[in-house]
């Protein structure tokens, strides 16, 4: 199997807290013999569960970067039982760039998995992570946001997966994050996410959507924060009380709670997130900016429920993602 690319500079096995980094090896214009450098924390304090940490899948998406820098720097190894990896910037070119794919090589994290040891910049992190983290964890969070073109409810998420005794210790982990909303995330193409990679290795995996729009703000900083704390302390590697609000659980049955796109132009917003709709609700306006005397195109929901995302800038493009509706529910 080829070796990859990528080494550490942090031993896994040792005890204390230890900051480094990944180190790949990348030939560019402005430095021939040059290495990509990607921050990585590890603290470590006996036998226990180990966790994975992860912010900046996407480069465009803050809230997970902001609350794992901030761990990263308070973190006390004499706190925990186990093992904690925090990378903040998991795509760590597009993250820099503010971008949600790496302006090296155009790639999109979330889709290369499970990476290629001899591919491009991003293939190669990802290998490294499928390959050399992921068998580590116990439990692994990755923290988005709607980025620059989304913008969604906070929630934190788990999948329907084959194994259902796995299935409830992800939705177990899901509920002890405690974002406002608790979502079952129907994914659009799931076969080469970080997310499944980790859950065909067995893993407690749930990620986030913490808000969008390639900011944030006080709040959903705050619910990152939390929900970081209150994950640790479900898997028993710091002590303490989880701190628990009220979070709506919603589902995401079928296709049918996506709306796309099938013509660009000008969106009019028509319900904000968070709000109700049933079947038939016009959730946008997509009005044609070639010429006036047009009438827009709407589009309606499909099911009843909450709207929990929606394009965010004002221009879409036929194929993007309008709209998101997910189904309040009692229990999974």
Same mark, same amino acid.
């Given at each position: 199997?080829?070796?990859? =690319?990528?080494?550490?500079?942090? +031993?896994?096995?040792? $005890?204390?807290?230890?900051? !480094?980094?990944?180190?790949?090896?990348?030939?560019h214009d402005d430095s021939g013999w040059g290495s990509l450098m990607i921050p990585i924390t590890m603290a470590k304090n006996g036998d226990g569960p180990t966790a994975?940490?992860?912010?900046?899948?996407?480069?465009?998406?803050?809230?997970?970067?902001?609350?794992?820098?901030?761990?990263?720097?308070?973190?006390?190894? $004499?706190?925990?039982?186990?093992?904690?990896?925090?990378?903040?910037?998991?795509?760590? =070119?597009?993250?820099?760039?503010?971008?949600?794919?790496? =302006?090296?090589?155009? %790639?999109?994290m979330n889709r290369v998995f499970p990476g290629n040891p001899r591919g491009n910049i991003t293939e190669k992190i990802a290998d490294y992570f499928y390959r050399h983290?992921?068998?580590?964890? $116990?439990?692994?969070?990755?923290?988005?946001?709607?980025?620059?073109?989304?913008?969604?409810?906070? /929630?934190?998420?788990?999948?329907?997966?084959?194994?259902?005794? &796995?299935?409830?210790?992800?939705?177990?982990?899901? @509920?002890?994050?405690n974002a406002p909303n608790s979502v079952m995330l129907l994914e659009i193409e799931a076969t080469n996410m970080y997310d499944t990679a980790a859950e065909n290795m067995?893993?407690? /995996?749930?990620?986030?959507?913490?808000?969008? %729009?390639?900011?944030?703000?006080?709040?959903?900083?705050?619910?990152?924060?939390?929900?970081? @704390?209150?994950?640790?302390?479900?898997?028993?590697?710091? &002590?303490?009380?989880?701190?628990?609000?009220?979070?709506?659980?919603? $589902?995401?049955?079928?296709?049918?709670?996506?709306?796309?796109?099938?013509?660009? !132009?000008?969106?009019?917003?028509?319900?904000?997130?968070?709000?109700?709709?049933?079947?038939?609700?016009?959730?946008?306006?997509?009005?044609?900016?070639? @010429?006036?005397?047009?009438?827009?195109?709407?589009?309606?929901?499909?099911?009843?429920?909450?709207?929990?995302? @929606?394009?965010?800038?004002?221009?879409?493009?036929?194929? +993007? /993602?309008?709209?998101?509706?997910?189904?309040?529910?009692?229990?999974?």
């Amino acid at each position: 199997m080829t070796a990859s =690319p990528v080494s550490s500079t942090i +031993d896994y096995e040792k $005890d204390g807290i230890q900051h !480094g980094f990944l180190s790949l090896p990348h030939s560019h214009d402005d430095s021939g013999w040059g290495s990509l450098m990607i921050p990585i924390t590890m603290a470590k304090n006996g036998d226990g569960p180990t966790a994975l940490l992860t912010g900046g899948n996407h480069g465009d998406e803050f809230e997970g970067p902001i609350a794992l820098w901030d761990l990263a720097q308070t973190i006390n190894a $004499d706190d925990i039982k186990g093992r904690v990896i925090i990378v903040p910037g998991m795509n760590y =070119p597009a993250f820099k760039a503010s971008k949600r794919t790496s =302006p090296i090589d155009g %790639g999109n994290m979330n889709r290369v998995f499970p990476g290629n040891p001899r591919g491009n910049i991003t293939e190669k992190i990802a290998d490294y992570f499928y390959r050399h983290l992921l068998p580590l964890a $116990d439990y692994v969070l990755d923290m988005h946001s709607g980025g620059k073109t989304m913008d969604f409810v906070p /929630f934190c998420a788990a999948h329907i997966l084959e194994d259902k005794e &796995q299935q409830a210790k992800c939705v177990a982990a899901m @509920r002890a994050y405690n974002a406002p909303n608790s979502v079952m995330l129907l994914e659009i193409e799931a076969t080469n996410m970080y997310d499944t990679a980790a859950e065909n290795m067995g893993k407690v /995996f749930i990620s986030t959507e913490l808000g969008g %729009g390639g900011t944030m703000s006080a709040r959903t900083i705050a619910i990152a924060k939390k929900g970081v @704390r209150n994950l640790l302390i479900h898997a028993g590697i710091i &002590q303490g009380k989880l701190e628990v609000s009220e979070s709506l659980s919603l $589902d995401m049955p079928d296709g049918d709670c996506y709306v796309f796109s099938e013509s660009s !132009g000008l969106y009019e917003i028509c319900v904000d997130i968070g709000s109700e709709v049933q079947a038939g609700d016009l959730l946008g306006r997509v009005h044609n900016i070639e @010429r006036t005397g047009i009438a827009p195109t709407e589009y309606y929901a499909k099911i009843d429920g909450v709207l929990a995302g @929606r394009h965010f800038p004002g221009h879409i493009n036929m194929g +993007d /993602f309008l709209g998101v509706v997910a189904v309040p529910v009692d229990d999974y």
